[in-house]
């Protein structure tokens, strides 16, 4: 008997993972966050024409974020393209005892104004929204960070990395100065003088 051939060759389970988790590559530990889905209409002879942009986090959770954001006819082509681009575009954030920022931090971009802190162990994330997603797959544990300006998620992204490119570490401050890392950790009165600390 012949085999009937199937109709429609596309990938019925494409549109099924839009909410999905957080999801780990396989091959990598780069971990994927969806920040926001808009839908935008560009108007046309004979109507309205849709598609969808995605705004996508990714990182490895140890010091490395990226963020970017596509724009399709189909949501899950959008969160393709943006998490491409967001791969391309990873930044090495100094991360201290790999938990938590060397020092605070302000961020601005556009309207977006955010302010993040150091915090010590057992604080958690303090941070709402596309501020979290950032922080979490950098692999942040605990901080305290505070949007002051607009709520637009492009704007926060942004304003979060703004912040995340002036972090430096101990060791790259006295390597500019050329001092040893113990003549600045010696002035701290936080417990981050300690060898975990310094060679973060």
């Not at 990938?11 to 990598?28: F, I, L, T």
């Not at 004979?46 to 942009?53: L, M, P």
């Not at 304003?159 to 010696?186: C, H, N, W, Y």
């Amino acid at each position: 008997m012949a085999q009937q051939p199937q109709r429609g060759g596309g990938d019925r389970n494409r549109r099924d993972n839009r909410n999905a988790p957080p999801v780990e590559g396989p091959e990598s530990d780069i971990v994927e966050k969806l920040v926001h889905i808009n839908r935008v209409a560009a108007t046309v002879k004979g109507g309205r024409r849709f598609s969808f942009a995605a705004l996508m986090v990714v990182g490895d959770g140890k010091g490395r974020v990226g963020f970017g954001h596509g724009k399709a006819r189909e949501v899950p082509e959008a969160i393709r393209k943006a998490t491409e681009e967001a791969k391309k575009t990873m930044i090495k954030v100094p991360l201290r005892e790999n938990r938590t920022l060397h020092h605070d931090g302000n961020g601005r971009w556009g309207a977006g104004k955010i302010m993040m802190r150091a915090a010590p162990p057992g604080t958690g994330v303090i941070a709402g929204g596309p501020m979290r997603a950032v922080l979490e797959t950098l692999g942040v544990q605990d901080v305290v960070g505070k949007s002051t300006g607009s709520s637009n998620p492009y704007n926060m992204v942004r304003a979060t990395f703004e912040a995340l490119k002036v972090q430096s570490s101990p060791r790259q401050i006295a390597s500019k100065r050329g001092k040893k890392v113990s003549d600045l950790m010696g002035r701290r009165n936080d417990g981050a003088s300690s060898p975990e600390a310094v060679e973060s």
